[in-house]
């Protein structure tokens, strides 16, 4: 992950389109667009499993996709571009290709990737999406619906993947009852498998998995996601950052940034009062509001001097000290300092 270039645009919308344009180029890594909303599992500690996500398929409107990648150009954007986040993107292939291709012809140097459930997966599908432009995967094996995590189950996992892909993953990363995790290379393609017992190690998303929530933790880690994220549901709806959900109401009502229709262009929507705010909210370490507070995502502690250097960011883009005022006037030896002006 790049470091933040931390420039007072981030706190105050610069205005202007060339300085919202600049900022974007400058401080954005991860465009994340959710094509589609279909997925076709329901897992229990995704907030997929609270809606019905399976009999009614939506697609991002094509000319919402297209603008934001017409936006990217602009920019000659070259960091990533993220095809998924509540959706199961390989469930519609021709859509799937389709928008990878497009987003390769306006993005030659863009790295293109998603995350899947991987049930769709095959060479043939891997193969097209290569040649399509796909720059890397991410398989997330899940347990079925209703099983809990296991380590062996998971290595069960794993090894169906490998025979059905007809190629075997390097295991590289093992916490006993909590993750596995390893990597193949297929076509070309650079695939990262993971296995993670999601419910003891997931996330609340944002308070609408409630049984993840943890009782007594309350984050004081700062949060890059509204900095280097530009975050895109399904309904073109934008959030400050993946854990929010669009079909979640209260999600919808209270942290959606605006619609990427309301703004003249995507660089406008990410310098808007609104995401500064969070921005704003998320710099420095403290405790944080909801849905921040029991958020425990890349949450850590701080480095040596870390948080004396985010604080002094805080106090000089959000809350700069005003102009100093006039040095008090104080008599020396009967005269005034400032000036020499004797009364
Ligand atoms: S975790 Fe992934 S596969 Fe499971 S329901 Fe959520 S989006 Fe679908
Ligand atoms: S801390 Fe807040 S902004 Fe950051 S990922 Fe969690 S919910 Fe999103």
Same mark, same amino acid.
């Given at each position: 992950m790049s470091e933040i270039v931390f420039q007072q645009g981030l706190f105050?919308?610069? $205005? /202007?389109p060339g300085g919202r344009r600049r900022l974007f180029a400058e401080t954005v890594t991860n465009v994340v667009v959710e094509?589609?909303?279909?997925?076709?599992r329901q897992c229990?500690?995704?907030?997929?499993?609270?809606?019905?996500?399976?009999?009614d398929r939506k697609s991002l409107p094509a000319e919402i996709y297209a603008k934001i990648l017409e936006n990217l150009a602009q920019i000659s954007y070259v960091q990533s571009l993220c095809l998924n986040l509540y959706n199961?993107?390989?469930?519609d292939r021709p859509l799937l290709i389709a928008r990878i291709r497009e987003a390769r012809a306006e993005l030659p140097k863009c790295r293109i990737y998603f995350s899947t459930n $991987? /049930?769709?997966?095959s060479p043939d599908y891997v193969r097209e999406m290569v040649e399509a432009g796909l720059s890397e995967l991410y398989v997330t094996v899940h347990m079925p619906k209703g099983r809990r995590y296991d380590d062996p189950y998971a290595i069960t996992l794993f090894t169906d993947l490998s025979k059905r892909l007809g190629k075997s993953i390097k295991v590289d990363g093992f916490s006993p009852g909590a993750t596995i995790s390893g990597r193949m290379t297929l076509h070309g393609l650079p695939i990262n498998v993971f296995s993670i017992n999601y419910d003891v190690y997931g996330t609340d998303r944002a308070g609408s998995?409630?049984?993840?929530?943890?009782?007594t933790f309350r984050r004081t880690s700062p949060c890059n996601r509204p900095f280097h994220d530009f975050t895109v549901s399904h309904e073109g709806t934008i959030f400050?950052?993946?854990?929010?959900?669009?079909?979640?109401e209260h999600h919808r009502a209270s942290f959606a940034i605006g619609r990427?229709?309301?703004?003249?262009?995507i660089f406008a929507a990410y310098a808007t009062q609104a995401m500064a705010r969070w921005r704003a909210e998320l710099l420095r370490f403290g405790p944080k509001k909801s849905?921040?507070?029991t958020c425990n995502l890349e949450c850590r502690d701080p480095q040596p001097g870390e948080s004396e250097r985010r604080d002094e960011l805080y106090r000089r883009f959000v809350r700069p000290v005003p102009?100093?005022?006039?040095?008090p006037r104080r008599p020396i030896f009967g005269r005034w300092l400032d000036g020499g002006k004797s009364e």
């Open positions: 105050r919308d610069p $205005g /202007d094509i589609s909303s279909y997925c076709n229990t500690y995704c907030p997929v499993s609270s809606v019905d996500r399976i009999s199961e993107p390989m469930a $991987g /049930d769709f997966l998995v409630k049984k993840l929530t943890q009782a400050p950052c993946c854990q929010m959900f669009v079909d979640n990427i229709t309301d703004f003249p262009d849905p921040c507070d102009d100093a005022p006039p040095h």
